[in-house]
């Protein structure tokens, strides 16, 4: 069974190495790697290229025009060869064993329709967890209620079967370059289970250029994506704490748009909207002052 890893970048040449590496030490050896360079203006592409000539693992590298990490994600989707499909960035690495503890598994429940992919479990270069620790061995649910019910905080390795992701592609906005994760995931929750296994498999970090670092201002400049993460959200089957907080989320974002008001309004229509909108204008204006002293 081959795996698809795919990684999105972006004037990252000097950190691929480490991935590349990485990758390199896999013990599972039928995995092909898709990068997606999203325009990149420094060395990526001859770094690349270095990459394919030493012939060591099989690499496909893609250029795009600048777009964003959804449209790459996209774009490798309908190139990928494997049967799952595996988002690794590049400022990330893979433990030496993490593609065949995938497959391992990943081959437990692959007749079981019903699962769309499999989770393990990320940790920072450190060893502590970039969030929640989990609490079990493995577990069998969804999306949406791994999140929203459990209330699970912080990241996971996410691995889903290619045809699954190519099922639910990512929306790309006119004018918009970032699109949450969590729009695509929870889509996917509403229709599949996860197979989630607490094992380490991907090491992480969070450099200063990455999109975690500057969160809010991006979100703020795709405020479309932004606001259907939000509202679909809202009409989701998660407990109504959630959707209180979803419905003041998608009012926080929908002020960077210029979508008309009563079009908002048929999105997230009801009586909490007396108290989600003044709460959504106020962390509004928060989210300005804050971008502003980043900027300053």
Same mark, same amino acid.
């Given at each position: 069974m081959k795996i698809s890893v795919f990684t999105p970048t972006f004037n990252r040449g000097y950190l691929l190495k480490n991935l590349?590496?990485? +990758?390199?030490? /896999?013990?599972?050896?039928?995995?092909?790697?898709?990068? !997606?360079?999203?325009? *990149?203006?420094?060395?990526?592409?001859?770094?690349? &290229?270095?990459f394919?000539?030493?012939?060591? #693992?099989? #690499?496909?590298? #893609?250029? /795009?025009?600048?777009?964003?990490?959804?449209?790459?994600?996209?774009?490798?989707?309908? $190139?990928? /060869?494997?049967?799952?499909?595996?988002? !690794?960035?590049?400022?990330?690495?893979?433990?030496a064993n993490a593609l065949e503890r995938i497959a391992f598994h990943y081959n437990r429940v692959k007749d079981d329709?019903?699962?769309?992919? !499999?989770?393990?479990?990320?940790?920072?270069? *450190?060893?502590?967890?970039?969030?929640?620790?989990l609490l079990f061995p493995e577990l069998k649910c969804n999306n949406l209620d791994f999140r929203y019910k459990m209330n699970f905080k912080g990241d996971m390795a996410e691995i889903f079967r290619t045809s699954v992701i190519r099922e639910f592609p990512?929306?790309?906005?006119?004018?918009?370059?970032?699109?949450?994760?969590?729009?695509v995931w929870n889509r996917i929750g509403r229709s599949y289970n996860l197979f989630?296994?607490?094992?380490? #498999?991907? +090491?992480?970090?969070?450099?200063?250029?990455?999109?975690t670092r500057k969160i809010v201002k991006i979100?703020?400049? *795709?405020?479309?994506? *932004?606001?259907? &993460?939000?509202?679909?959200?809202?009409?989701?089957? !998660?407990?109504? +704490?959630q959707k209180i907080k979803a419905r003041i989320n998608f009012w926080r974002f929908s002020f960077n748009s210029d979508i008309p008001?009563? $079009?908002?309004? $048929?999105?997230v229509s009801g009586f909490y909207n007396l108290l989600a909108i003044p709460l959504g204008y106020l962390m509004h204006i928060n989210d300005k002052k804050t971008v502003l002293n980043q900027n300053g």
């Open positions: 590349y590496d990485s +990758l390199v030490r /896999q013990t599972y050896k039928g995995f092909e790697w898709i990068i !997606v360079d999203d325009g *990149s203006e420094d060395d990526t592409e001859k770094v690349c &290229t270095g394919i000539d030493k012939n060591i #693992i099989d #690499i496909k590298y #893609i250029r /795009q025009k600048n777009g964003g990490k959804h449209r790459a994600l996209n774009n490798a989707a309908k $190139k990928a /060869q494997g049967e799952l499909f595996f988002v !690794v960035d590049s400022d990330d690495q893979l433990t329709e019903s699962i769309g992919g !499999v989770f393990g479990v990320k940790a920072l270069f *450190s060893g502590k967890p970039p969030g929640d620790t990512f929306p790309e906005y006119e004018n918009e370059r970032f699109c949450p994760e969590a729009l989630i296994f607490n094992e380490i #498999i991907y +090491l992480c970090d969070y450099l200063d250029d990455g999109l979100r703020m400049e *795709s405020p479309r994506a *932004s606001m259907d &993460t939000y509202a679909e959200l809202c009409h989701s089957p !998660v407990p109504w +704490l008001f009563t $079009k908002k309004m $048929k999105r």
